[in-house]
């Protein structure tokens, strides 16, 4: 059996070494835009990326940016959607994954996806990669994948399919439907209904744009073996809820990039952590998973939803134009936003910020 992505370049080539015209890119200030580059090979160009997200991920942490909508929810906010990715930016992301979970995707029309994904394009202007959302079941996901190549997204974060449960061979024709259809790299997210076995993460990895697994699940078991099997140029990320409560047990099997839905509200408090792993400082990490990231955890799991409904609230409390989550979230409670404040609060003053200061 082929080890996982058994594409020996993916681990030597380096987004900075490439020898390439300049004629076939285009250049977004000192940033190549991947997406924009249609006459290289899709091998060559997933490749490249995976390089580049190798990287970035080592920077900052991987954001993912709330969608902005009007305050009756019905409507999209645009330039509240711009001023929320300059913070981002100004916190020092790896990179953005736009219209994703935190991003409220199952509750966007495909002109509203298309408006967020072109928004985000044109304001981070090649800085930092965007990656695009795309789910449901092969037919949809394959219609955001191509809304997302055309507005210029770096690649395709696939998210888990609708509703239903599915054997194994199901998901790999799940996958297999939609990287036929579209040049951007991918990266799987299982979580849910989605759960990979290592055999068929080897199978989806020979898929040239396959390069990476954003992992939900949290089997460390499963997870270990997919590492262990894995050909060094794939790439696995921590995507589990409040992902940094669980940095130090996928860090244990060879996982250390994280995404940070936090960085969409306390960006402060997200570096300060995402800095700390960085430099080892395990009395910071402690500090703030014992009195912020803990207490955070213990309010999520009160109501379904509240993994996307309290970061909002949060982020809409410091004065950002987010707009509300829409159903089938729900708004906290008046208590629940009591506490949540009171956690925030405490999570700012651990690293020296102020909750009135975004």
Request: net charge negative; proline share 5%; hydrophobic share 40%.
């Amino acid at each position: 059996m082929r080890s996982l992505g058994r594409r020996s370049f993916a681990c030597v080539i380096s987004y900075s070494s490439l020898c390439l015209s300049i004629d076939t890119l285009t250049t977004h200030g000192d940033k190549l835009n991947l997406a924009t580059a249609p006459s290289r090979p899709r091998e060559q160009r997933a490749a490249d990326f995976a390089a580049r997200l190798r990287d970035r991920s080592g920077i900052g942490v991987l954001g993912f940016p709330l969608s902005a909508f009007t305050e009756d929810g019905s409507g999209v906010d645009l330039d509240g959607f711009r001023a929320h990715l300059r913070r981002h930016l100004d916190s020092g992301v790896g990179g953005l994954f736009v219209c994703c979970g935190t991003g409220e995707f199952p509750s966007l029309d495909e002109d509203e996806y298309r408006a967020f994904i072109r928004t985000a394009v044109d304001e981070v202007h090649g800085t930092v990669p965007v990656i695009a959302g795309a789910g449901y079941g092969w037919a949809l996901a394959r219609r955001f994948a191509a809304i997302a190549e055309d507005e210029g997204a770096d690649a395709i974060l696939l998210m888990p399919h609708y509703l239903i449960s599915a054997p194994q061979a199901g998901l790999i024709a799940q996958v297999e439907k939609i990287t036929e259809q579209t040049d951007l790299p991918v990266v799987l997210y299982q979580r849910g209904q989605v759960a990979y076995t290592t055999e068929t993460l080897q199978r989806l990895a020979e898929i040239p744009t396959v390069i990476g697994l954003k992992d939900g699940g949290s089997d460390f078991v499963e997870l270990q073996r997919m590492t262990l099997d894995a050909d060094p140029g794939f790439l696995f990320f921590n995507g589990a809820l409040t992902a940094e409560i669980q940095y130090r047990a996928y860090a244990a099997v060879g996982i250390s990039p994280y995404s940070s839905a936090v960085n969409s509200c306390v960006p402060e408090v997200a570096g300060a952590f995402f800095a700390a792993t960085r430099t080892g400082d395990e009395v910071l990490i402690d500090t703030l998973l014992r009195e912020f990231y803990s207490p955070l955890v213990a309010l999520r799991d009160r109501v379904p939803g509240y993994a996307v409904s309290l970061i909002k609230s949060t982020a809409r409390m410091r004065g950002e134009r987010v707009g509300p989550v829409r159903a089938p979230l729900a708004a906290p409670t008046r208590e629940d936003l009591v506490e949540l404040e009171r956690i925030m609060r405490h999570g700012l003053d651990l690293v020296g910020g102020r909750f009135d200061d975004q």
